[in-house]
Structure formats: structure tokens, C-alpha cells
């Protein structure tokens, strides 16, 4: 499958594709961050997301979504690119925008079997957490420990003087 042919600019035109996938009894795994400067982490974590099931949807914040969490920095790229680095990867079946802070409205709209999260939160930091057990699905931690961030990149960068 083509990259472009995995994005779907509004969410609701992805809900009959995944609801064919339901029906012939796929496991759909639904992940989501800003992925911004792509880091090993983050291919760990969407390989190890993949792994759960059959049907990987990864939802990539928009810089709207982004700018109502005051602990993130603006995002480097745009998310349009970003969405298009994330569809690029071979364990990634669907990529689509996150408007909201939380991704409850997905959660809802796709009633995923698995929600995918790093292994840098746990329940109680989820609220997203009863939108996914209301549907039927759960939780799964995946991927590295976390050594690896976005953050700790643009400090580097940001020692080096490059930005």
C-alpha cells in the first residue's frame, strides 16, 4: 500500500474500512502521539503496537492538539509531514489526525480491541483509559523504557546550537 493511500485526513471516512476488518474478526491495535523528531522509540513502539494485532491506526497530534498541553513545545514539522513519516512505516496500517488533547473521540469513534501506549504512562495517567474498556477493548504498555524521546533530541540539538 502506497503511503498517501494509508492517510485519511477525516477520521470518520476511516470507521467503514475498520469496520470491515472487524467483521472479517482482525485485531485493531490503535495508537497515537506527536511524533514530531522520529527516534528509535518510537519505531519500537509502533512495531511492539503492531505485534498486538492485525490493524495498526495511528493517530498523530495536530499542532492545535499539541498547543493545549503547556509541558510540549510547538512541533517541528507539520503534521500533514508528520502523518506522511508515520504512514511510511511498514508496521503502520492507517494514519490519521488527532484534533484533541486526549483521543477519546477516536477511541470512540473506532472502539479499538487494544489501545497501544508507551511504557511511560500508566492507568491512572490515562482518562482515555474508560473510553476504551466502555468499547470493549484494552490497554497495552509497549515498546522501550523510554530512554528515548523527542525531548532529550531537541536539547541535544539545542547544545549544539543547531536550533
Same mark, same amino acid.
Given at each position: 500500500?502506497?503511503?498517501?493511500?494509508? +492517510?485519511?485526513?477525516?477520521?470518520?471516512?476511516?470507521?467503514?474500512?475498520? !469496520?470491515?476488518?472487524?467483521?472479517?474478526?482482525?485485531? %485493531?491495535?490503535?495508537?497515537?502521539?506527536?511524533?514530531?523528531?522520529?527516534?528509535?522509540?518510537?519505531?519500537?513502539?509502533?512495531?511492539?503496537?503492531?505485534?498486538?494485532?492485525?490493524?495498526?491506526?495511528?493517530?498523530?497530534?495536530? !499542532?492545535?492538539?499539541?498547543?493545549?498541553?503547556?509541558?510540549?513545545?510547538?512541533?517541528?514539522?507539520?503534521? !500533514?509531514?508528520?502523518?506522511?513519516?508515520?504512514?511510511?512505516?511498514?508496521?503502520? &496500517?492507517?494514519?490519521?489526525?488527532?484534533?484533541?488533547?486526549?483521543?477519546?473521540?477516536? %477511541?470512540?469513534?473506532?472502539?479499538?480491541?487494544?489501545?497501544?501506549?508507551?511504557?511511560?504512562?500508566?492507568?491512572?495517567?490515562?482518562?482515555?483509559?474508560?473510553?476504551?474498556?466502555?468499547?470493549?477493548?484494552? +490497554?497495552?504498555?509497549?515498546? &522501550? &523504557?523510554?530512554?528515548?524521546?523527542?525531548?532529550?533530541?531537541?536539547?541535544?540539538?539545542?547544545?549544539?546550537?543547531?536550533?
Amino acid at each position: 500500500m502506497d503511503s498517501f493511500e494509508k +492517510i485519511y485526513s477525516d477520521p470518520h471516512d476511516l470507521v467503514p474500512i475498520l !469496520e470491515q476488518h472487524r467483521e472479517r474478526g482482525e485485531i %485493531i491495535v490503535f495508537g497515537n502521539g506527536c511524533f514530531d523528531l522520529i527516534h528509535v522509540g518510537h519505531i519500537r513502539y509502533m512495531e511492539a503496537a503492531k505485534s498486538l494485532g492485525d490493524v495498526l491506526v495511528i493517530a498523530v497530534n495536530t !499542532e492545535a492538539s499539541i498547543a493545549t498541553n503547556s509541558n510540549r513545545e510547538p512541533s517541528i514539522n507539520p503534521c !500533514e509531514e508528520r502523518m506522511e513519516v508515520i504512514a511510511a512505516l511498514a508496521a503502520v &496500517d492507517y494514519v490519521i489526525p488527532l484534533n484533541a488533547a486526549i483521543p477519546i473521540p477516536l %477511541i470512540e469513534l473506532y472502539r479499538p480491541h487494544i489501545q497501544a501506549k508507551g511504557t511511560d504512562y500508566t492507568l491512572a495517567q490515562m482518562p482515555e483509559r474508560f473510553a476504551v474498556e466502555a468499547g470493549g477493548g484494552r +490497554i497495552e504498555f509497549v515498546g &522501550d &523504557d523510554k530512554t528515548h524521546s523527542s525531548t532529550a533530541l531537541r536539547e541535544a540539538l539545542r547544545q549544539r546550537g543547531e536550533i
